[in-house]
C-alpha cells in the first residue's frame, strides 16, 4: 500500500507540473552533454591538434558543471518549494489520518526518488543521441565531413549526471521535508497567508520606471558603439547601469499596470481584474522577474552569440593545400631532398614551390605602387560598407606583395580552375578573402574590367583579369590582404632574387582511405625524419576549436539560463495564483465562466512571461553586437552585419521556446482552475 501510494503520487505530481519535470528532463541532458564532451571523437581528434587549446577547455567544464549544480539547486529547491505548498492540505490529512511523520518522509522521499528516475531513464537517451547530433553538426560546420564518425557513449559522464542531478535533489528534498515535519497540523491545514508589501505613491513607481529606461539607453549605447570594451572601467560601469536600469524598469512596472488597470473597463469583463492582478504580482515579485529577464539576456547572447561565431568559423574556404613547409623556417631544396630520398614525394599528386616576396627595387615604400585611376574610381561610388572596407584594404598598398606567376598557376590547376595568363606590362591582383569578402572582390572587379594603369615603381602596368583568391598555403594565419601576381621575369626582378618559397602539396586520394588517415599517416613520416610542415589537419583544428568551443559552451550556458529563467517565472506565476484563488472561486459565484477565467489568466500569464522576454529580446540586440565586436578579431569585424542576422535567427528560435513554456504554464493555470470550480468541502 505504501509503495503503491508513493507511485500514484509521483505520477500524478509529474502530470499536474509538467514545467518541473521538463525542465529537470532538459537538466539532465545538459549535464551529459557538457560533461560527454571530452569521449567525443570531435574533441578526441582536436586534441591531437590543439592540444593545449582543447586542455584547457576541459579543464573548466568541471567548473561549469558544478556552476550549474548551484545554479540548478536553487531552482529544484524554489519548484519543489511550490509543490510541498500546493500539497500542505494533503500532508496535513495523513497526519490526521494516523501516519507517523517519519513514514510521511519516507512517502515524500520515495515519490521524490521516483520521479527522479523518470528523468534520468528518458533524459540520458536524449541525451546521448544530442551529443552525437550535435558532434555531427559541429564537424559538418567545420569541413570535417571527411572523417568516419564514430559512435561514443560515456559511461563516467552518465554516472556523474546521476550522481549530480540525484545530489541536488536529495539536498533540496531534505530541507523541505523538514520544514514540513516541523509543523504542527493545524497549519498544514490552513492556507498560507498572502502578505502584504508596503506600496509607494505612484509618481514614485513611475519615476523609477523613466529612470530604469534611461539607464538601459545608456547600457544600450554603450555596448553597441563598442565602449565597452575600451577598459575594464567603462565595462563595469556598463554592466552597473543595465542590471540597475533592469531592475528600476521592474520595480516601476507598478505604474505601467495601474494605468492599464484604470483604462481596463474598456477591454470587455475581467479587464480590470487581470491588470490588478498583474499589479499586485509585480509590486511582490519584481525582484525575481528583473533577475529572471536578466537570465533571458544572458541565454540569448550566448546562444546569439555562439551560433554566429560557429557560423563565421565555420565558413572556411574551399580546400585545396593538404601541406606547406615553410621556407622561412628550412631551406626548401633540403626538404625537396629529403622527400624524394625517402619516397614521400610520390605520395603527392602536386608539390610545388610558391613564391612570395616583397619589392626590393626602391626604399621608398610609401610610394613603390600607385594606382590612382582606381582609387578615383572608387572614390566616385555610392557611399556603402562594401566601399569604405575595399578602400580602406587598399589604403595600404602603397607597398604590395608579390607573387610569381608560375606557382600560383599550379594552384589554381591544383584547385582545378583556369589559369591566368598575363603578358608583358600585365599584373594580376591577389587579395585574400579573410580581407576582401565576395562583395568587395566584385567591385574590385568590376574595376579591373577596364585594365586600369598602375604604377609599380616608376613603371606602368595594366591590371589584368579578375581578382584572385584561392589561399596561397595551407597555414590561415598567413594572409595577404593585398599581393600583386606578376610573370617570374618582373617577379625575379623586382625582387632582386631575395623571396620566401612555400612548398605546396596536394596528396593523392587512395581508393577508400580517408583525407584524415591519409594526412595523419603523412604527419608520422614526416615527424621521424624532422621535417617542418604546416597541414590541413593543424589550421582545420584550430578552426574546429572555436567552433566546438563556442558551440559546446554557449549552448549549454544558454540552455541553463533559460531553464533556469523560465521555471522561475512559471513556478512564481503558479504560486501566485494558487494564493489567489478564493478570487477566482469568488468570480465563479459572481457568474464567470470557466472559459472567461481561463482567457483572464492566460492574458495575465501572456504579460508575465513577455514582460521580462521583451525587455530581454531588445537587450540581446545590443549585447549579442557588444559580445562580437570585443570577441572577433578587428579584421572580422566588417561581417558583423552579416553575424548579427544569424544571431537574430537564433533569438526568434529562442522566443519559439518562451511560446512553449507559456502554453505549458496556460495548461496548468486552466486545470487549476478547473479545480477551483468544483464544490467545496469542508472537512
Same mark, same amino acid.
Given at each position: +500500500? ?9 505520477? *500524478?505530481? *509529474? ?43 576541459? %579543464? ?15 531552482? #529544484? ?10 500539497? *500542505? ?6 497526519? +490526521? ?25 528518458? /533524459? ?10 550535435? %558532434?555531427?553538426?559541429?564537424? *559538418? ?14 559511461? &563516467? ?25 516541523? !509543523? ?11 502578505? #502584504?508589501?508596503? !506600496? ?51 520595480? @516601476? ?10 483604462? @481596463? ?45 560557429? $557560423?563565421?568559423? /565555420?565558413?572556411? &574556404? ?10 622561412? =623556417? ?64 587598399? =589604403? ?31 599584373? @594580376? ?10 562583395? &568587395? ?16 615603381? /616608376? ?13 596561397? #598555403? ?31 602539396? #596536394? ?30 589537419? !593543424? ?32 513556478? !512564481?506565476?503558479? =504560486? ?5 484563488? $478564493? ?12 472559459? &472567461? ?32 565586436? /570585443? ?53
Amino acid at each position: +500500500m505504501f509503495f503503491k501510494l508513493a507511485f500514484r503520487n509521483g505520477r *500524478r505530481s *509529474r502530470k499536474e507540473n509538467g514545467l518541473f519535470f521538463s525542465t529537470l528532463l532538459i537538466t539532465v541532458i545538459a549535464f551529459y552533454i557538457i560533461l560527454s564532451l571530452p569521449n567525443q571523437d570531435v574533441m578526441i581528434f582536436l586534441q591531437q591538434m590543439e592540444s593545449d587549446a582543447v586542455k584547457r577547455l576541459i %579543464s573548466m567544464l568541471p567548473l561549469f558543471f558544478g556552476a550549474a549544480l548551484v545554479i540548478l539547486f536553487f531552482l #529544484v529547491y524554489y519548484a519543489g518549494k511550490y509543490q510541498m505548498q500546493r500539497r *500542505r492540505h494533503e500532508f496535513g490529512l495523513y497526519l +490526521m489520518m494516523g501516519m507517523r511523520r517519519r513514514t510521511l518522509f519516507l512517502l515524500l522521499l520515495a515519490e521524490d526518488l521516483y520521479s527522479s528516475i523518470f528523468p534520468l531513464i528518458i /533524459g540520458l537517451p536524449v541525451a546521448v543521441l544530442l551529443s552525437e547530433l550535435i %558532434s555531427l553538426v559541429t564537424a *559538418r560546420i567545420a569541413g570535417m565531413g571527411v572523417i568516419g564518425h564514430r559512435f561514443s557513449f560515456s559511461p &563516467e559522464a552518465a554516472l556523474l549526471t546521476a550522481a549530480g542531478f540525484l545530489l541536488i535533489k536529495l539536498a533540496a528534498f531534505l530541507i523541505l521535508s523538514g520544514r514540513v515535519a516541523r !509543523q504542527e497540523i493545524g497549519s498544514l491545514l490552513v492556507e498560507m497567508p498572502e502578505g #502584504v508589501k508596503k !506600496q509607494l505613491p505612484g509618481p514614485v513607481y513611475g519615476a523609477a520606471a523613466a529612470a530604469g529606461l534611461i539607464c538601459l539607453g545608456a547600457a544600450w549605447w554603450m555596448a553597441s558603439t563598442g565602449m565597452s570594451w575600451m577598459n575594464l572601467g567603462r565595462m563595469g560601469v556598463t554592466l552597473l547601469l543595465g542590471l540597475c536600469g533592469t531592475w528600476l524598469l521592474f520595480f @516601476g512596472l507598478r505604474f505601467v499596470m495601474n494605468i492599464f488597470a484604470k483604462r @481596463g473597463d474598456k477591454g470587455g469583463r475581467l479587464q480590470v481584474f487581470h491588470f490588478r492582478q498583474l499589479e499586485e504580482t509585480v509590486i511582490r515579485c519584481y525582484g525575481t522577474l528583473a533577475v529572471s529577464s536578466l537570465l533571458i539576456l544572458a541565454s540569448l547572447c550566448c546562444f546569439g552569440a555562439g551560433a554566429a561565431i560557429m $557560423r563565421f568559423y /565555420g565558413d572556411s &574556404e574551399p580546400h585545396v593545400l593538404d601541406y606547406t613547409f615553410d621556407g622561412d =623556417m628550412q631551406d626548401i631544396s633540403e626538404v625537396e631532398k629529403e622527400l624524394s630520398a625517402q619516397g614521400l614525394d610520390t605520395a603527392f599528386s602536386s608539390l610545388f614551390e610558391m613564391r612570395v616576396g616583397d619589392i626590393r627595387t626602391t626604399e621608398d615604400y610609401d610610394n613603390a605602387f600607385r594606382m590612382d585611376s582606381v582609387m578615383e574610381a572608387i572614390s566616385g561610388m555610392e557611399d556603402s560598407e562594401e566601399k569604405q572596407q575595399l578602400e580602406n584594404i587598399l =589604403m595600404y598598398a602603397d607597398y604590395p606583395h608579390i607573387i610569381s606567376l608560375s606557382g600560383y598557376n599550379q594552384l589554381l590547376e591544383a584547385a582545378g580552375l583556369q589559369q591566368i595568363s598575363l603578358e608583358k606590362g600585365e599584373a @594580376g591582383v591577389y587579395m585574400d578573402g579573410t580581407f576582401a569578402r565576395e562583395e &568587395e572582390r566584385k567591385i574590385m572587379d568590376k574595376l579591373l574590367a577596364s585594365e586600369p594603369a598602375a604604377d609599380l615603381d /616608376g613603371t606602368m602596368y595594366r591590371l589584368a583579369g579578375n581578382v584572385q583568391s584561392v589561399n596561397l #598555403v595551407t597555414d590561415d594565419s598567413i594572409t595577404l590582404s593585398f599581393a600583386l601576381i606578376l610573370p617570374d621575369e618582373d617577379f625575379e626582378y623586382y625582387t632582386q632574387g631575395e623571396y620566401t618559397v612555400y612548398l605546396d602539396g #596536394v596528396l593523392k586520394k587512395g581508393e577508400g582511405e580517408s583525407l584524415m588517415s591519409a594526412i595523419m599517416d603523412m604527419n608520422s613520416r614526416l615527424d621521424q625524419n624532422g621535417i617542418i610542415y604546416e597541414s590541413y589537419l !593543424q589550421n582545420m583544428g584550430r578552426q574546429m576549436f572555436y567552433v566546438a568551443a563556442a558551440g559546446y559552451i554557449t549552448i549549454y550556458l544558454a540552455v541553463v539560463f533559460l531553464i533556469i529563467a523560465n521555471t522561475v517565472i512559471g513556478v !512564481q506565476f503558479l =504560486m501566485g495564483q494558487r494564493r489567489t484563488g $478564493r478570487r477566482y472561486q469568488t468570480l465563479s459565484r459572481l457568474g464567470a465562466s470557466y472559459r &472567461e477565467l481561463c482567457r483572464a489568466a492566460g492574458r495575465q500569464v501572456n504579460w508575465y512571461f513577455g514582460i521580462p522576454a521583451l525587455v530581454a529580446a531588445v537587450s540581446s540586440m545590443f549585447g549579442v553586437r557588444a559580445l562580437l565586436m /570585443g570577441i572577433l578579431s578587428s579584421r572580422t569585424r566588417s561581417a558583423i552585419g552579416e553575424v548579427m542576422w544569424i544571431s537574430a535567427l537564433m533569438i526568434l528560435f529562442l522566443c519559439v521556446i518562451e511560446y512553449i513554456y507559456i502554453a505549458v504554464v496556460k495548461r496548468s493555470c486552466n486545470r487549476y482552475l478547473l479545480a477551483v470550480m468544483e464544490p467545496e468541502r469542508e472537512e
